[in-house]
């Protein structure tokens, strides 16, 4: 009897143990921000980014498990051109509308990870889908940079790198402006979270 | 060749006419030179590039009921032929079918945010419907208001921060342009119909209403767009030949369409 329910307590604590390896982290918005650079004219790359971000990511290094749950609000891009001065609208004004972000109709874009590649304890590779203007298609991200430390002034324990990857307007269905204005979206990520 | 159908200027003006034109000139016979606006808007989706049904977007919906909209019209000419209330029960039908359209923005605004803008849409799609095909026997007229209520559309939605839907709405009053070129040669030869009201004002009603709510152009340039309609009811010069007459008309209808692309500069200006 003694047996059976020391066996049972030890099985019912394994998965508690395994468990305890991940640890969650959620997205300081204030220091993440998703980056795009887009061909204008084949002249240069227009970089813009998305002000508000948020998520949380989760990390077992023992397992070398991790996932990602990202959400971008759409409306808060910026390129850098938000005075229309003159000019009946911004490029920002216009990336809000239904020609590129519809932000009207898809207030926010999500990314989810479906599986993490490790390179050691760090994990080097994100394979995950994106879903834009109501498409969800495969998008990954390579980790560039890892790291987890203290904050320096906090003491909190945080992790953080940068990201990049890259896709095509085109197969979320952005179509307009293609190919004057590049259908390759390239994506440079940088973000930092805190432990839960 | 390429290059120039991927031309935005060609996708929505010389193409929209050529399609509205040949359909027009060989259909007209048999009374469906009415679906010349539903043949350039066709060919502008086409070249654009813009057909796909997944994920049913707001303007997925647009360019699904603008064209659904000359099949009824059809329909309606040779099966049921256009009574006095016809115009307004379609008017009504397309009306509920613009809330359809808005549906994935309205259900994100709070309650009666979203009732004041299905109510404005649906209430702006029934006047722009029920007025033009009450028009269904004047092909002069209809092809004037036709051809202001695309291009009106059209360039109030540049100016409104929506490219493509101003190239929807410029490609329609192209269409709408070369309808009413066949009418002023043929007269009264040229039959409009409920297949040309039905699918200019449904494509130019719905094209604005996305302008208006995906993008930004103000609720009064849709008051003016509406008043195009109307604009086209004033005396012509009955006596005079049809291309006469035309002229007349779409000066009429151009009063209104040039004032909603002003509300739209002066919004863009000030907002």
């Given at each position: 009897?003694?047996?059976?329910?020391?066996?049972?307590?030890?099985?019912a604590?394994?998965?508690?143990?395994?468990?305890?390896?991940?640890?969650?982290y959620?997205?300081?918005?204030?220091?993440?921000?998703?980056?795009?650079?887009?061909?204008?004219?084949?002249?240069?790359?227009?970089?813009?980014r998305?002000?508000?971000?948020?998520?949380?990511?989760?990390?077992?290094?023992?397992?070398?498990?991790?996932?990602?749950?990202?959400?971008?609000?759409?409306?808060?891009?910026?390129?850098?051109?938000?005075?229309?001065?003159?000019?009946?609208?911004?490029?920002?004004?216009?990336?809000?509308?239904?020609?590129?972000?519809?932000?009207?109709?898809?207030?926010?874009m999500?990314?989810?990870?479906?599986?993490?590649?490790?390179?050691?304890?760090?994990?080097?590779?994100?394979?995950?889908?994106?879903?834009?203007?109501?498409?969800?298609?495969?998008?990954?991200?390579?980790?560039?940079?890892?790291?987890?430390r203290?904050?320096?002034?906090?003491?909190?324990a945080?992790?953080?790198?940068?990201?990049?990857?890259?896709?095509k307007?085109?197969?979320?269905?952005?179509?307009?402006?293609?190919?004057?204005?590049?259908?390759?979206?390239?994506?440079?990520?940088?973000?930092?979270?805190?432990?839960? | 060749?390429?290059?120039?159908?991927?031309?935005?200027?060609?996708?929505?003006?010389?193409?929209?006419?050529?399609?509205?034109?040949?359909?027009?000139?060989?259909?007209?016979?048999?009374?469906?030179?009415?679906?010349?606006p539903?043949?350039?808007?066709?060919?502008?989706?086409w070249?654009?590039?813009?057909?796909?049904?997944?994920?049913?977007?707001?303007?997925?919906?647009?360019?699904?009921?603008?064209?659904?909209?000359?099949?009824?019209?059809?329909?309606?000419?040779?099966?049921?032929?256009?009574?006095?209330?016809?115009?307004?029960?379609?008017?009504?039908?397309?009306?509920?079918?613009?809330?359809?359209?808005?549906?994935?923005?309205?259900?994100?605004?709070?309650?009666?945010?979203?009732?004041?803008?299905?109510?404005?849409?649906?209430?702006f799609?029934?006047?722009?419907?029920?007025?033009?095909?009450?028009?269904?026997?004047?092909?002069?007229?209809?092809?004037?208001?036709?051809?202001?209520?695309?291009?009106?559309?059209?360039?109030?939605?540049?100016?409104?921060?929506?490219?493509?839907?101003?190239?929807?709405?410029?490609?329609?009053?192209?269409?709408?342009?070369?309808?009413?070129?066949?009418?002023?040669?043929?007269?009264?030869?040229?039959?409009?119909?409920?297949?040309?009201?039905?699918?200019?004002?449904?494509?130019?009603?719905?094209?604005?209403?996305?302008?208006?709510?995906?993008?930004?152009?103000?609720?009064?340039?849709?008051?003016?767009?509406?008043?195009?309609?109307l604009?086209?009811r004033?005396?012509?010069?009955?006596?005079?030949?049809?291309?006469?007459?035309?002229?007349?008309?779409?000066?009429?209808?151009?009063?209104?369409?040039?004032?909603?692309?002003?509300?739209?500069?002066?919004?863009?200006?000030?907002?």
């Amino acid at each position: 009897m003694r047996k059976t329910l020391l066996a049972g307590m030890l099985l019912a604590a394994c998965p508690l143990a395994a468990h305890a390896q991940a640890e969650t982290y959620k997205v300081d918005p204030i220091h993440s921000f998703p980056h795009f650079g887009v061909d204008h004219f084949g002249v240069s790359t227009i970089w813009g980014r998305f002000d508000k971000m948020n998520g949380t990511f989760t990390i077992d290094r023992a397992g070398k498990k991790a996932a990602v749950e990202l959400t971008i609000e759409t409306a808060s891009v910026t390129t850098g051109d938000n005075d229309k001065g003159s000019r009946p609208r911004s490029r920002d004004e216009h990336l809000r509308q239904a020609d590129f972000f519809n932000t009207a109709e898809f207030p926010r874009m999500t990314y989810k990870s479906t599986n993490v590649k490790f390179n050691g304890d760090a994990p080097s590779e994100i394979e995950g889908q994106l879903t834009l203007l109501g498409v969800t298609k495969p998008v990954n991200i390579k980790l560039d940079r890892w790291v987890c430390r203290e904050h320096p002034m906090n003491k909190r324990a945080m992790c953080g790198g940068d990201g990049s990857g890259s896709f095509k307007r085109t197969d979320f269905g952005m179509k307009f402006g293609v190919p004057a204005i590049g259908d390759e979206v390239r994506l440079k990520i940088n973000f930092e979270g805190y432990k839960e | 060749m390429q290059e120039l159908l991927e031309n935005p200027v060609i996708q929505s003006s010389a193409a929209p006419f050529l399609a509205g034109l040949v359909v027009a000139a060989t259909l007209f016979p048999v009374r469906l030179a009415g679906l010349a606006p539903a043949a350039g808007f066709l060919a502008a989706v086409w070249l654009i590039g813009a057909f796909g049904f997944t994920p049913m977007t707001a303007t997925r919906k647009i360019v699904v009921l603008s064209l659904a909209a000359p099949v009824l019209g059809v329909l309606a000419d040779l099966a049921f032929k256009p009574t006095r209330a016809t115009p307004p029960v379609l008017g009504v039908l397309f009306g509920a079918a613009s809330i359809w359209v808005i549906w994935s923005v309205l259900v994100q605004r709070p309650v009666q945010e979203a009732a004041l803008l299905a109510a404005g849409v649906f209430a702006f799609v029934l006047a722009v419907v029920a007025l033009t095909v009450s028009l269904h026997d004047q092909a002069v007229r209809a092809g004037s208001a036709g051809l202001f209520l695309g291009l009106g559309t059209g360039a109030g939605a540049v100016i409104g921060a929506s490219a493509l839907l101003g190239q929807y709405g410029l490609a329609l009053g192209a269409a709408c342009g070369s309808f009413l070129l066949l009418a002023m040669i043929l007269g009264k030869r040229v039959f409009a119909g409920a297949t040309f009201t039905l699918a200019a004002s449904v494509a130019a009603a719905l094209i604005a209403a996305g302008a208006m709510v995906l993008a930004r152009l103000p609720w009064t340039s849709l008051v003016a767009i509406a008043l195009i309609p109307l604009a086209v009811r004033l005396p012509l010069p009955e006596k005079s030949p049809a291309w006469i007459q035309a002229i007349v008309a779409s000066l009429y209808a151009l009063a209104p369409a040039a004032g909603a692309c002003a509300l739209a500069w002066q919004s863009a200006r000030t907002v």
